[in-house]
């Protein structure tokens, strides 16, 4: 396995990359969404108008996406300190301030991250962050959640991570924008078979069992004209995605409430209409 700030594909060079497909600004993209409620700058105007709109159906949207944010540093700290140095994050997004693979490479440098995601703009800014700061062995694949096969036999991923040994796979808050229709079960699947013992499944999911029936609406209907629909699904169907992995303690959870370290914020439960859990594949 090679170490290297970043790959697109193991035979390109970081300067010779290109985004795989065509960008699309004109079409609201949730990573980019994303980015606009972190503060970020990396968002068209697309993304923005349509972000303000969940805002104006949710004000508390901003906060929502800190506390996802804060519920990934602390599960990666976690995932460290159960031994596990192999990171999977698929859905990754424009990487911030508490990524992935800073928060991991910051509590074990020797730690191998690999980014997946299927918006060029992450993956251009992904590159571009890690070749001007290197933070360890972090590799950035193009490639789509829908497609699990393709990413589990991507060349990159195989030479930066060993998948006999335990990895943690991060699906932070990107699963309820795979439809059932398009297999969301069955992706966790076939991912979770690809698992050795040891692994770890993260995940939080966005959910309409804390929001009012008015907001569930308005949501829905901006994120339908995004590249995305967004799915909400209730605890039982968000604790099916695990399938047999065994949950850590505190179980599936309203996210603030996975293992907090500091007074949760006010508004908290309105903020963060989500469900996020730890499990251990045994």
Do not use: C
């Amino acid at each position: 396995m090679r170490d290297e700030a970043a790959v697109g594909r193991p035979e390109q060079e970081a300067g010779e990359w290109q985004p795989p497909v065509e960008l699309n600004t004109g079409i609201p993209h949730p990573a980019r969404m994303y980015d606009y409620y972190l503060g970020g700058k990396d968002n068209f105007p697309a993304d923005r108008e349509a972000a303000e709109k969940v805002i104006a159906a949710m004000p508390d949207a901003r906060l929502g996406a800190r506390i996802n944010r804060e519920f990934l540093s602390r599960a990666v700290e976690f995932a460290v300190q159960q031994g596990v140095r192999q990171f999977l994050d698929i859905g990754t997004g424009i990487p911030a301030v508490g990524s992935t693979g800073e928060v991991a490479h910051r509590v074990a440098p020797d730690a191998r991250v690999v980014y997946v995601d299927n918006d060029p703009i992450v993956l251009t800014h992904s590159r571009a962050l890690l070749a001007h700061h290197p933070v360890g062995h972090t590799t950035v694949l193009h490639a789509d959640l829908r497609d699990p096969d393709a990413i589990l036999g991507d060349p990159g991923l195989k030479e930066a991570l060993d998948l006999s040994r335990p990895v943690a796979l991060m699906l932070v808050a990107v699963l309820h924008f795979v439809r059932d229709e398009e297999g969301a079960a069955d992706i966790l699947a076939r991912l979770r078979s690809a698992l050795a013992p040891g692994s770890l499944l993260i995940m939080s999911h966005g959910t309409q069992d804390f929001m009012t029936p008015a907001a569930v609406a308005e949501t829905t209907r901006i994120y339908s004209r995004a590249s995305s629909p967004l799915v909400l699904r209730s605890k039982d169907q968000v604790q099916e995605l695990f399938g047999d992995f065994e949950f850590v303690e505190p179980g599936l959870v309203q996210l603030p409430l996975w293992r907090p370290q500091a007074d949760l914020p006010e508004n908290w439960q309105q903020a963060a209409p989500a469900y996020a859990g730890v499990a251990v594949k045994r």
